[in-house]
T-cell receptor
Framework: NAGVTQTPKFQVLKTGQSMTLQCAQD?????MSWYRQDPGMGLRLIHY???????DQGEVPNGYNVSRSTTEDFPLRLLSAAPSQTSVYFCASSPGGGGSSYEQYFGPGTRLTVT | AQRVTQPEKLLSVFKGAPVELKCNYS??????LFWYVQYSRQRLQLLLR??SRESIKGFTADLNKGETSFHLKKPFAQEEDSAMYYCALMSNTGKLIFGQGTTLQVKP
């Protein structure tokens, strides 16, 4: 299993540009999430999905869109990039449910710089 | 409000010294708590969860409901323990809430 994969690894955008960060998992997990990691702020949840066709907002959703058309894929779209979106973005998946199913499996991250 | 607080950004200890990474939470009800670790150039991974009361790589964490704490401890730090550590709480809506993270630096 490849686990959780993310592309690209690095990206530089100009203010106002749009782009999509890709995330895929091959573990048949129902739950998928996007986080951003900023110094001193920890990991903050952007959007999450509890299954194909179902998405919801996390703590910091403004400026980002998601969709979940398949169980495997959960892309994150930046609509109009701003310097405040400079961050490291992590995608994660988990089986869902209770107990040990709460463990989240993380992708390697995408480092995004907006100039 | 459901919240996780890690008061230390950086904890620096010498090899062989005891380590305690602090984590406090705010949650009404029975919390599900976790410690995640991110080693240099590796992805974030689960270290341990309170529900299984396990010891991983010599680390333990005990839930103290009275003090609303879930501190991570290890009696003798090793250089390979140097990493970023995150405490996390499962919210009542199924979302994982992370603390700000603590960088552990173990000096030789």
């Amino acid at each position: 299993n490849a686990g959780v994969t993310q592309t690209p690894k690095f990206q530089v955008l100009k203010t106002g540009q749009s782009m999509t960060l890709q995330c895929a998992q091959d573990m048949n997990h129902e739950y998928m999430s996007w986080y951003r990691q900023d110094p001193g702020m920890g990991l903050r949840l952007i959007h999450y999905s509890v299954g194909a066709g179902i998405t919801d907002q996390g703590e910091v959703p403004n400026g980002y869109n998601v969709s979940r058309s398949t169980t495997e894929d959960f892309p994150l779209r930046l609509l109009s990039a701003a310097p405040s979106q400079t961050s490291v973005y992590f995608c994660a998946s988990s089986p869902g449910g209770g107990g040990s199913s709460y463990e989240q499996y993380f992708g390697p991250g995408t480092r995004l710089t907006v100039t | 409000a459901q919240r996780v607080t890690q008061p230390e950004k950086l904890l620096s200890v010498f090899k062989g010294a005891p380590v305690e990474l602090k984590c406090n939470y705010s949650y009404s009800g029975s919390p599900e708590l976790f410690w995640y670790v991110q080693y240099s150039r590796q992805r974030l991974q689960l270290l341990l969860r309170h529900i299984s009361r396990e010891s991983i790589k010599g680390f333990t964490a005990d839930l103290n409901k009275g003090e609303t704490s879930f501190h991570l401890k290890k009696p003798f730090a090793q250089e390979e323990d140097s990493a970023m550590y995150y405490c996390a709480l499962m919210s009542n809506t199924g979302k994982l809430i992370f603390g700000q993270g603590t960088t552990l630096q173990v000096k030789p």
